[in-house]
C-alpha cells in the first residue's frame, strides 16, 4: 500500500509543483491570458501498457516485441508532453 499510494501521490505533487511553478501569464495591456509553452504532466510507468497481445515471453523475440511495443508507448507520452517517474 505505501508503494502504491507513493506512486500515485509523486507524480500528482510534481503535476501540482508545475502549476504553481508557472501560473498561466497574463497579458498587460487587456489582463488577456498569453499562451505559452504547455507545462509537461507527470504520469508513472505502470500507467503505460504496451499494445502487446500474448500473455506470456516465451522466447527472445517475444522479449524484443515486447519491449519494442513498450519503447513505442513510452516515446508516445514522452512526445505528448509527458514526463515518466520510473
Known sequence: IKNEAGQELYPKQLNEMMQLAAPPKKNTSDDTPVVSEPRPHYITMKN????????ELKTEQDVDEYIEAYRKKLLEQIRNNRRITI
Do not use: A, E, N, Q
Not at 503505460?48 to 500473455?55: A, C, E, T, V
Open 48 to 55: 503505460i501498457k504496451p499494445d502487446y497481445l500474448k500473455s
